[in-house]
């Protein structure tokens, strides 16, 4: 029966985005951090229930006072032979808002959407555990697209948005010192808000 009403509840929240999303531009959200402003566009179309998931964060609050916690340079990954280039942020793993639900996973395949510079895609563990850590490619990533040697099953990682505004922020936080992957001072995300339909014309990066 909870299986059940978690399907009818994302199916009711996907409803909901593609109602909102029915000729329109797609949404954009702000996230104001430490180190500048990062503007994201939301493929709500593409990927309906990964975009949907974070967008109920961004729309319940749950994002402020989130971070950038993690950075992945070609420096620091000596264990992975496939070597990747990204930012991790979310609600991390100190105490604060619990995370929603695990989603189901949306593959590139089904998607067409692929992990180019600046793509915005979720962190995982198994498929179907993306909950609330997303992570943004610093240069294009095809090792984290369906089929992609990242993952040893295969399945990728969901991309669903990109940056269009911001990409200079997200370099700037990757360069920052790390321990290993762990930012030494993680990113605080100040706030982050949906932009108003009239802000969906501002200059990409």
Not at 8 to 36: E, Y
Not at 155 to 171: E, I
Not at 177 to 196: D, F, H, K, W, Y
């Amino acid at each position: 029966m909870r299986k059940i009403a978690l399907c009818a509840a994302w199916m009711w929240l996907c409803a909901a985005v593609f109602a909102t999303a029915a000729g329109a531009p797609n949404p954009r959200v702000a996230l104001q951090t430490g180190q500048g402003e990062i503007v994201l566009e939301i493929f709500v179309r593409e990927a309906p229930v990964t975009a949907a998931n974070f967008l109920r964060y961004v729309d319940e609050g749950r994002f402020a006072g989130a971070s950038f916690y993690r950075v992945v340079r070609m420096d620091n990954q000596p264990g992975n032979a496939v070597k990747i280039e990204v930012i991790q942020g979310g609600l991390g793993f100190d105490d604060g808002p619990r995370p929603f639900p695990p989603i189901p996973h949306e593959t590139t395949r089904q998607t067409g959407i692929r992990h180019l510079d600046g793509t915005l895609s979720m962190a995982r563990d198994k498929p179907g555990s993306a909950s609330s850590e997303f992570f943004i490619c610093v240069g294009d990533q095809p090792e984290l697209d369906f089929g992609g040697r990242r993952n040893p099953d295969g399945q990728g990682f969901a991309a669903f948005g990109r940056v269009v505004a911001g990409l200079d922020v997200v370099r700037r936080i990757q360069r920052l010192p790390a321990n290993g992957q762990m930012l030494t001072e993680p990113v605080v995300i100040l706030s982050v808000r949906r932009l108003p339909p009239a802000d969906v014309s501002r200059p990409h990066d």
